[in-house]
């Protein structure tokens, strides 16, 4: 694990070290696959956060596919490292000091997948008088060479949820973190990010876990 600062806030990075071995990996994979088959995803137009390139997302879907109950985090040893980690991070962030990490809840959950010419603008998943969710965790399934990488970006304003492309923010604002399989990154779901551009023909392929605590009693 590697607590990182940056600007005024911090992330949480992980490398799952058997994330091209770990048991039931081929089942993953292709459950993940077949939600990118879904008619409802394929006919469904990019999300507003993503620009350029086309791009892939179940996260309309949230609801009726939730990424922890279809790949079985309970017994899947990825499931299972995901989630430890996520408790780590809620730790390392600080959020036990007034929430309940053990009483964690799924907000949305879903897949992404960014092809060629595509990013993601910068955007942010809460804001600060919101109550859900508190966390968010980005796991990297497929990344090939030159795929987009994650760009948090520091910022005054808290009241813009979607901004512009990272490229358009003054390099002094951006924090690039590399993507790689195997990558687990966790960070305030009020924490602008975004992409840089996915430059291979091969698809960049994520999962997104949005997470809230209760109160402490």
């Known amino acids: 694990m590697m607590l990182v600062p940056i600007f005024d806030n911090a992330i949480c990075v992980y490398d799952f070290e058997q994330y091209d071995s ?3 990996k081929n089942d993953t994979y292709q459950t993940i696959d077949a939600l990118f088959a879904l008619p409802e995803v394929l006919n469904e137009t990019n999300v507003p956060d993503a620009n350029g390139g086309r791009a892939l997302s179940t996260v309309h879907l949230h609801q009726t596919h939730p990424i922890p109950h279809l790949l079985n985090f309970k017994s899947n040893p990825l499931g299972r490292w995901i989630l430890m980690c996520i408790f780590d991070a809620a730790i390392q962030l ?5 929430r309940n990490i053990r009483k964690l ?12 010419g ?16 508190h966390l968010v965790a980005i796991y990297y399934t497929d990344v090939p060479e030159n795929s987009a990488d994650l760009v948090f970006i520091q910022d005054d304003n808290r009241q813009v949820m979607r901004g512009k492309s990272c490229s358009e923010y003054p390099l002094a604002q951006q924090y690039r973190v590399s993507s790689q399989a195997g990558r687990l990154v966790c960070h305030d779901a ?3 990010h975004g992409t840089t ?5 091969l698809p960049r392929t994520c999962l997104v876990i949005e997470v809230g605590f209760p109160p402490l009693d």
């Open 22 to 24: 770990f048991e039931g």
């Open 94 to 98: 600080g959020f036990d000091k007034t």
């Open 190 to 192: 009020r924490f602008l």
């Open 105 to 116: 809840k799924y907000h949305r959950t879903w897949a992404n997948r960014m092809e060629y």
């Open 197 to 201: 551009v996915h430059k291979n023909t």
């Open 118 to 133: 595509c990013d993601a603008v910068a955007h942010r998943h809460a804001n600060d008088d919101w109550s859900i969710p």
